[in-house]
C-alpha cells in the first residue's frame, strides 16, 4: 500500500523535554511539509522540503526543526524552546514539478506536553 | 499568513440536502484546493480548481472560483450522513505547492 504514516499516533512528554515525530512516505513524493494544527483552526505550515537535504521554513518555525537526509523521511523535532507546543501534528507530501499537485496527509500525532 | 477564510464556519443540515461553503482570499493564486478532514484524522484532497477554470465538478462536489472576487464556494450536493467532517480551503500562493489553509468549515449531516 501507498501512503504517508506518522508516528505515534499519541505523545506525552514534560515540558523542557524535545521530542521528534515521524513522518514517512512511499509515494516517491519530492516535497513534504509540516503543518500544525490547533482545536477549532486551520493548518499552519512549520517547515517544508522539496528536495532531499534541502528544508525551507514555513510561516511558524521558531521553536521546530527537522531534516530531510532521505527522500521517504522528515522527521520533525519539537524542542523546548517551542513555547506551546501542546497540539496536533500533520505531515504530509507532494509531487512537485511546474503545476501544483494535491497535498496527501499523513493521520497525524497528538502531542500533549505537561 | 492564513489565506483563505471559509464562510459560514459551521454548519448543519439534513440528509438529502446541499450544503455550500464559501471561501475568500487575499491575494493572486495559482490555484485553490479543497480538503475534507474527520474528527482527529489527516485532510483528503477532494478538488484542486486552477486560476483560469470558473468550475469544476467530482462526484457530488462542485466548486467555482471567482478570481475577481477572491473567492470560491464548495458545493455538496445530496448530502449524507458520512459528510460530516470539516473542510478546508488552501490556496497556492507562490506556484510551488506551498499552500495557504483557511480555519475550515464544520458541516454536520443529521440522518
Known amino acids: 500500500d501507498g501512503g504517508i504514516t506518522q508516528s505515534p499516533k499519541y505523545l506525552f512528554r514534560k515540558e523542557g523535554q524535545n521530542v521528534t515525530l515521524s513522518c514517512e512516505q512511499n509515494l516517491n513524493h519530492d516535497a513534504m511539509y509540516w503543518y500544525r494544527q490547533d482545536p477549532g483552526q486551520g493548518l499552519r505550515l512549520i517547515y517544508y522540503s522539496q528536495i532531499v537535504n534541502d528544508f525551507q521554513k514555513g510561516d511558524i518555525a521558531e521553536g521546530y526543526s527537522v531534516s530531510r537526509e532521505k527522500k521517504e523521511s522528515f522527521p520533525l523535532t519539537v524542542t523546548s524552546a517551542q513555547k506551546n507546543p501542546t497540539a496536533f501534528y500533520l505531515c504530509?507530501?507532494?509531487?512537485?514539478?511546474?503545476?501544483?499537485?494535491?497535498?496527501?496527509f499523513g493521520p497525524g500525532t497528538r502531542l500533549t506536553v505537561t | 499568513s492564513q489565506q483563505g477564510e471559509e464562510d459560514p464556519q459551521a454548519l448543519s443540515i439534513q440528509e438529502g440536502e446541499n450544503a455550500t461553503m464559501n471561501c475568500s482570499y487575499k491575494?493572486?493564486?495559482?490555484?485553490l484546493q479543497w480538503y475534507r478532514q474527520n474528527s482527529g484524522r489527516g485532510l483528503v484532497h477532494l478538488i484542486l480548481?486552477?486560476?483560469?477554470?470558473r468550475e469544476k465538478h467530482s462526484g457530488r462536489l462542485r466548486v467555482t472560483l471567482d478570481t475577481s472576487k477572491k473567492s470560491s464556494s464548495l458545493l455538496i450536493t445530496a448530502s449524507r450522513a458520512a459528510d460530516t467532517a470539516s473542510y478546508f480551503c488552501?490556496?497556492?500562493?507562490?506556484?510551488?505547492?506551498?499552500?495557504?489553509f483557511g480555519k475550515g468549515n464544520q458541516v454536520v449531516v443529521i440522518p
Open positions: 504530509a507530501s507532494s509531487m512537485m514539478g511546474q503545476k501544483s499537485y494535491e497535498q496527501y
Open positions: 491575494t493572486s493564486i495559482n490555484n
Open positions: 480548481i486552477r486560476s483560469n477554470e
Open positions: 488552501a490556496t497556492d500562493v507562490y506556484g510551488n505547492n506551498r499552500l495557504a
